[in-house]
């Protein structure tokens, strides 16, 4: 078998030690500059596409974890915003999404302000009041955008729906005005 000698060669963070056994592919037992030891295929190893055992990655999501001051992320991916500015995109985008119809198969869209950047979505409208509160389109044709949108309670996002023309799309308030029936009636 033909192969590139790779003994004592460095790549990245890297030293080739010697060539491990193997019948198919040149594999190399390389020592990283951590002390690790590590074997890699000869092919990752000129290619770039491996440069250390593993502490280069660990260092670098080291750097972006939540809290760190270094890093570049938000760190705020398991908070409640995050996941409404998620669900909101998979509502306008994902036509697999079981209510897509009734956002992104009416129009509704993310604005661009927010559609790639939580941070913006974030600094638009701020942290949930409390955990009875979610995102409302002020006028529910609109989009998804700073000027349309608020933190709401359930039972304020129950009265700015979309009439439909059924009686089930009333709230009861609607319901007792439009029939001029008592409340107890209901």
Same mark, same amino acid.
């Given at each position: 078998m033909n192969f590139i000698d790779e003994t004592g060669n460095r790549h990245g963070r890297l030293t080739v030690i010697e060539r491990s056994k193997s019948d198919v592919?040149?594999?190399?037992? =390389?020592?990283c500059e951590c002390g690790n030891k590590t074997i890699v295929v000869g092919t990752q190893l000129r290619n770039g596409h491996t440069r250390s055992c593993g502490c280069l990655q660990r260092e670098?999501?080291?750097k972006t974890a939540p809290g760190n001051s270094k890093?570049?992320?938000h760190g705020m991916y398991k908070t409640k915003e995050y996941h409404c500015w998620l669900n909101l995109k998979t509502? =306008? @985008?994902?036509?697999? @999404?079981?209510? @897509?119809?009734h956002y992104g198969g009416r129009g509704i869209s993310v604005c661009d302000r927010w559609l790639k950047n939580f941070e913006n979505f974030y600094t638009d409208m701020g942290p949930r009041p409390s955990d009875k509160h979610s995102i409302d389109r002020i006028n529910v044709n609109g989009n998804y955008e700073p000027s349309n949108c608020r933190w709401t309670t359930r039972s304020k996002q129950n009265a700015n729906k979309r009439k439909v023309g059924s009686i089930s799309s009333f709230t009861t308030t609607e319901l007792i005005e439009e029939l001029n029936i008592r409340g107890v009636t209901i």
């Open positions: 592919k040149a594999f190399w037992l =390389c020592e670098a999501a080291a890093s570049k992320k509502r =306008c @985008y994902r036509e697999s @999404y079981r209510d @897509y119809q």
